[in-house]
């Protein structure tokens, strides 16, 4: 048996002993003070004898399920431990008191109060007892994690990287014929001058950065370059007019 099963019997016998526990003291509490309520006047209605030891231990009953929904709520209810000692206090003396009966309280052994007051008493802490165990369950319902133990660090080799391998070009296929594509040839490389060249008219005619790269078998950083600089060098409009005319004053 695995120590988690073990734990479970545990928790299982405890629960079936406070029940039985519970029951039994709630019975002989009970009684009593039926006993008690026929010797005070309820005698004559066996209904209403054995009915009102309820208004006492009713309030234990509600106020301990009140207090286990407070706790699990994370909140304090007061109003349910006030129910609940008022209950239990009222309980245990009214058994205490009973005990005399038409006796003098002077020649009641101190054995017949111990008797008297050990079934609510027994009552109420099973019962706390108890509704602690339901809270704890509810509180906390995922078991503690196992820590794991230390394991060695292994090396692993590391995959080479696979060139994934070319495509092969299917044929295009049009009305139930094979076209062979032929293969593009890669573009020559121009010499520096013919790619200054280039990127000058590529310029001149507005073609964008990109366009202008392609044309000039170079880099869009370089071109952007000439781009810039052929910008700047360009003359503003009417600036060669007013240069001519200052030339011939001169």
């Known amino acids: 048996m695995s120590r988690q099963q073990m734990e479970r019997t545990a928790l299982l016998v405890a ?27 309820l005698k004559a209605s066996p209904i209403r004898q054995w ?36 209950g239990s206090v009222g309980s245990i003396v009214l058994n205490v008191a009973g005990v005399a009966g038409d006796r003098e309280a002077g020649v009641v052994p101190l054995l017949d109060y111990v008797v008297a007051a050990v079934p ?3 009552a109420l802490l099973a019962f ?33 990287a696979l060139d994934p391998a070319p495509a092969d070009a299917s044929p295009l296929v049009i009305c139930g014929e094979h076209l062979e594509i032929p293969p593009v040839p890669p573009r020559p490389r121009l010499s520096t001058q013919e790619a200054r060249a280039a990127i000058e008219q590529a310029w001149r005619d507005g073609l964008s950065v990109r366009e202008a790269a392609r044309v000039s078998t170079r880099g869009a950083s370089q071109v952007q370059r000439v781009y810039t600089q052929l910008t700047a060098e360009q003359p503003i409009d009417g600036q060669t007019a007013i240069e001519m005319d200052a030339a011939d004053a001169a």
Do not use: K
């Not at 029940?19 to 009593?32: Q, R, V």
């Open 15 to 41: 629960a079936l002993v406070i029940l039985a526990l519970t029951g039994l003291a709630f019975w002989l509490s009970y009684a009593h003070l039926a006993e008690v309520a026929g010797q005070h006047g």
């Open 51 to 86: 009915a009102w030891p309820a208004t006492l231990d009713a309030f234990i009953v509600g106020g301990e399920l009140l207090m286990l929904r407070a706790g699990l709520q994370g909140r304090t209810d007061w109003w349910a431990i006030t129910a609940t000692a008022v």
């Open 120 to 122: 609510p008493t027994a």
């Open 128 to 160: 706390g007892l108890l509704m602690r165990q339901v809270h704890a369950l509810a509180a906390d319902p995922t078991p503690a994690a196992v820590p794991l133990g230390n394991t060695p660090d292994v090396e692993v080799s590391p995959t080479p």
